[in-house]
């Protein structure tokens, strides 16, 4: 009997613990189940006749844990990123090398400078350190490009202040690909994960930037000085690479708006210049600008135009004038099928991208949107003759219907085609390139919440 006294006065000391503590702090468990099966036909880059059709299933499984107590947070998100069949149902590794498979894609801790509940007008002053995702104002420039299964983060420490209404970030990061005992030249294209933005194939050395941010009576206004550094490298007349002290410069800055015109326009408009050195050690100038509006004619109809220039490198030049995207969402603005600034390279010839946007709303649960895309090269291109060929890369459709069955349940459907140019294929090295793209998806995306 004492026993059983014994562990009941424990359990109620533990409950009284945990019941004092719960008033003080948050507890969040939540994971996620994303598989996508796709139909590819030309997707990123045109086949050339003869070349067939890819069908796969991909899928993302995550499990998040979060933790809030008095000046302090806590997140740590895992996941698994897999082709079905890649590994043979026997293997018991826990990931391929090869591939992508388990890892951490974030794991943080916050840490409140101010005590908040002391504070007025939200005003707020932290630390924020470890594996994350950068995400700012359209994620065109820094997001977490959470299409992509395996998605972005940055190893980085990141200072957060706000008051009524005003926003300010720093933020720095300074990569190594192990512990070293002397030295601290860096490889940006280590094993396993691809590294590097938007098909460049090399992560930064360094990063440091500044955002400032203000909200306005109708929407908001941001600027953002970001700085990116790559380890500087000599090759051999073998084409041998070889790491040297010292890292080539990057900078790259521009504001961005967004605001409500009327009952029922919404625009936002940003521009940027980029200067310094880019990651091969060529004098860099570059820019791009970008406007969007969108036109709400009722509560289930919205359309509007918008237009995207970034700029790019003629042939022979001895700069670099084509604009690099940093870490943002390319897969959101240049069309779905990511022919532009993601994995899939298309030269330096930089882009306009004149596109109509549209979103239909058939019910609480059913949406669709279509987007119609009209790309050309930013500057000259020329064939092997060096004869200036036509600007058009093509048109691309997209069409994407979103259904959620639940708040934690929802399907996604695709259909995008892409009807590619003699220049397209040029600026992509594919010969004798069939007339049409196209590309397919179904995705499930379950996200449970346990706690």
Known sequence: MKVKKSVFLVCCCMAGIFSSAAVKAQLSLSGQLRTRTELLHGQGTPLSKGEKPAFFSSQRTRLNVGYKGYRM???????????????ASTNNRITNAALNG?????????IGLLDTSQTKNGKD???KIGRQELLYDDSRLLGNLDWLQQARRHDAVLLKYSNAGFTAHLGAAYNQNRELKTGTLYDGVPNGYPAGTNG??????????AYLGKKLARGSASFLLFKDDFQKYSLSETGTKTLERGTWKRLTAGPYLETKIGKSWNVNASAYFQTGKDR???NLNAYMYSVRGLFTANRFFSVGPGFDYTSGTTAGSKNNHSFDPLYG???KFWGQMDYFYAANGFGKSGLTDFYIHSSIRASAK???????????????????????????????????????????????????????????????SVSNPQKMANWAYVMINIRPEFY
């Not at 460049?200 to 930037?209: E, R, V």
């Not at 994407?400 to 600026?427: E, R």
Request: proline share 2%; charged share 15%; aromatic share 12%.
């Open 125 to 127: 002053f932290t630390l």
């Open 200 to 209: 460049i194939g090399t992560m930064y050395k360094s990063m440091q930037f």
């Open 329 to 331: 969402t390319p897969h």
């Open 73 to 87: 947070r806590f997140y740590l998100s895992a996941q698994d990123v897999r082709v079905w069949g890649q590994d």
């Open 102 to 110: 388990l890892m951490l894609h974030e794991a943080w801790g916050e």
């Open 280 to 282: 091969d050690g060529k």
């Open 366 to 428: 059913l949406s669709i949107q279509a987007d119609l895309h009209q790309f050309s090269g930013a500057a000259a291109i020329l064939n092997a003759n060096d004869e200036k060929m036509s600007g058009n890369f093509g048109n691309e459709l997209d069409i994407i219907g979103t259904y959620n069955l639940t708040k934690s349940v929802s399907f996604q459907g695709g259909y995008c085609t892409f009807l590619p140019t003699n220049t397209l294929a040029q600026v992509k």
